[in-house]
């Protein structure tokens, strides 16, 4: 085995890299309306604090995710993370991921989009 080089991919400005948040290995989605792992609500956009400073967002603000597969309302919920990226919960984000994509080498469906967001 033998890590791979990726390429770096650029954001349009103003957009963030979505993830679908799918927990532990077998616990794929949370069976609550509160995350036992870190207390986010089912609705929760996980922000890192550097972006929500930065669209003077505060947690529990209301926003919205876009792209042209659909739309999420959520909340803004900060956390440490890199900057430039997302985290919902799954599958309440599966309106924002395009089906039928999956990775050529294991068939591993893709749990990643692109995505505005705006303040409600």
């Given at each position: 085995?033998?890590?791979?080089?990726?390429p770096e991919v650029a954001?349009?400005?103003?957009?963030?890299?979505?993830?679908?948040?799918?927990?532990?290995?077998?616990?794929?989605?949370?069976?609550?309306?509160?995350?036992?792992?870190?207390?986010?609500?089912?609705k929760a956009v996980l922000?890192?604090?550097?972006?929500?400073?930065?669209?003077?967002?505060?947690?529990?603000?209301?926003?919205?995710?876009?792209?042209?597969?659909?739309?999420?309302?959520?909340?803004?919920?900060?956390?440490?993370?890199?900057?430039?990226?997302?985290?919902?919960?799954?599958?309440?984000?599966?309106?924002?991921?395009?089906?039928?994509?999956?990775?050529?080498?294991?068939?591993?469906?893709?749990?990643?989009?692109?995505?505005?967001?705006?303040?409600?």
């Amino acid at each position: 085995m033998h890590p791979l080089n990726l390429p770096e991919v650029a954001r349009e400005p103003g957009s963030y890299w979505v993830s679908t948040r799918r927990g532990k290995q077998f616990n794929t989605l949370i069976y609550s309306e509160v995350d036992p792992l870190n207390g986010a609500p089912r609705k929760a956009v996980l922000i890192s604090h550097e972006d929500c400073h930065r669209e003077g967002l505060t947690k529990g603000d209301r926003v919205i995710l876009k792209n042209a597969m659909g739309r999420f309302e959520g909340v803004a919920w900060p956390v440490e993370m890199a900057p430039g990226n997302l985290q919902i919960h799954w599958p309440e984000g599966n309106d924002l991921i395009a089906s039928g994509r999956t990775d050529r080498g294991g068939g591993v469906p893709d749990y990643n989009a692109r995505v505005t967001l705006e303040v409600r």
